[in-house]
């Protein structure tokens, strides 16, 4: 299965699982990340004391069961700012799929990883993200904001 687009909030679309890039050096100050913090604060704490210790490195996840849903942080660039790197976004999103996959969840949700705040062209990162559902169970659902009026 591929994934699909669609435009809307990704904590308003019913997924049973999120997810959304990270950096590696234990920063969530910007973009959805730092929703992710405010939604998550155990989360938030639990992903920067595995950046402080070296235990969250590029292409890794860190899986966070929250009541509601799966949050999977996938570690695609080493520090804040515009410096994603495609394969780590393979990786991470690959091990997420993987994940989600022997949990039996049937879609996984992220925003636009990579691009935006990361620094890398969409076009490029949508290839990653194709590539690494192809032949999954779990549907990866892209979700974009809508455009400001």
Not at 55 to 63: C, K, P, Q, S
Not at 108 to 119: F, H, K, N, Y
Request: charged share 20%; aromatic share 6%.
């Amino acid at each position: 299965m591929t994934f699909k687009m669609i435009t809307g909030d990704l904590f308003e679309c019913a997924l049973p699982a999120v997810g959304h890039g990270c950096n590696c050096a234990g920063a969530m100050g910007a973009g959805i990340a730092a929703v992710f913090k405010r939604r998550y604060p155990a989360m938030y704490q639990e992903y920067r004391l595995r950046c402080q210790d070296g235990r969250f490195r590029l292409g890794d996840i860190l899986v966070w069961e929250a009541p509601d849903l799966v949050v999977y942080n996938l570690a695609t660039q080493p520090v804040p700012g515009p410096s994603a790197k495609l394969d780590a976004i393979d990786a991470s999103i690959r091990a997420a799929i993987a994940d989600a996959h022997r949990r039996g969840l049937p879609r996984l949700g992220i925003p636009r990883i990579g691009a935006g705040l990361g620094g890398l062209a969409w076009s490029e990162v949508a290839d990653v993200l194709a590539n690494a559902s192809n032949d999954s169970a779990v549907e990866l659902v892209v979700v974009s904001q809508p455009a400001a009026r």
